[in-house]
């Protein structure tokens, strides 16, 4: 015996509402898992900061390094100079001409001016390096703050992503029963316009148009989705089109 018009409108209208729901809950679920695939994206983007500033300490623990190690080199050099003058002040007590004697002195001269510049440089070059280390701890206080807000945050998104996932196959119960309800024809349909539509492979009637692309329907084709005797796709997009009054009034 051959369905009746009623009875294929019902089944029509009973497989849409099925789509509707099978959709909303498939794109909750698509949701949910772009978070889950995404998440080693989103940490690897918020901890360039932590990178940055890493750097940035690395960088300037080079600088007070290298300054200290010049610090110790000047002042390796200033006791050379000063054991220098101690020599040639004890040569002056031997020196058998006077114009040897003018010459140690005039050196020694030399010696205690080229001294005196390098102890001035070499404390300017230590007041730099109390500048240098007062700013790496500030660097390093940023980036112990940034570390730890950062670990705050991937623990945030680890507990997201375990609840997302269990979420999900908390569904996959419901989503069987739904593609179950369904004929296989209509399912392989839906999920061939869900991978070529990005999720969506239903879509509502808006006035005259699909809205999912926009495009305008012919009158026969808004009669056909509002009589819900048949699955009718949209001429443009291939999604399968639905009455959302029609729909609801399923529902209720």
């Given at each position: 015996m051959e369905p009746t018009a009623e009875g294929a409108s019902s089944s029509a209208l009973s497989r849409l509402a099925t789509l509707v729901r099978l959709q909303a809950l498939d794109r909750d679920r698509d949701g949910k898992r772009e978070f889950t695939d995404g998440l080693p994206r989103i940490l690897a983007a918020r901890r360039q900061a932590v990178t940055a500033l890493e750097s940035k300490v690395a960088k300037s623990t080079e600088a007070v390094t290298h300054a200290k190690s010049s610090a110790r080199q000047r002042e390796l050099e200033l006791k050379s100079k000063t054991a220098e003058i101690q020599k040639l002040e004890l040569q002056l007590n031997t020196a058998k001409t006077n114009q040897e004697y003018q010459a140690l002195t005039q050196h020694i001269q030399r010696l205690r001016e080229a001294t005196g510049r390098e102890e001035e440089e070499t404390l300017v070059l230590y007041d730099e390096i109390t500048k240098l280390e007062a700013s790496l701890a500030k660097e390093k206080e940023a980036l112990s703050v940034a570390q730890r807000e950062f670990d705050a945050y991937q623990l945030a998104c680890e507990r997201d992503k375990e609840a997302a996932l269990l979420e999900i196959g908390q569904t996959d119960g419901a989503r069987a029963e739904l593609v179950a309800r369904l004929p296989r024809d209509v399912v392989e349909t839906y999920e061939r316009l869900r991978v070529g539509n990005g999720g969506v492979?239903?879509?509502?009637?808006?006035?005259?148009?699909?809205?999912?692309?926009?495009?305008?329907?012919t009158l026969n084709d808004q009669a056909k989705v509002l009589g819900g005797r048949e699955l009718v796709p949209?001429?443009?997009?291939?999604?399968?089109?639905?009455?959302?009054?029609?729909i609801a009034s399923l529902r209720s």
């Open positions: 492979a239903v879509c509502a009637l808006d006035v005259r148009t699909c809205s999912g692309c926009g495009m305008m329907l949209c001429r443009a997009c291939s999604r399968i089109l639905y009455d959302k009054t029609t």
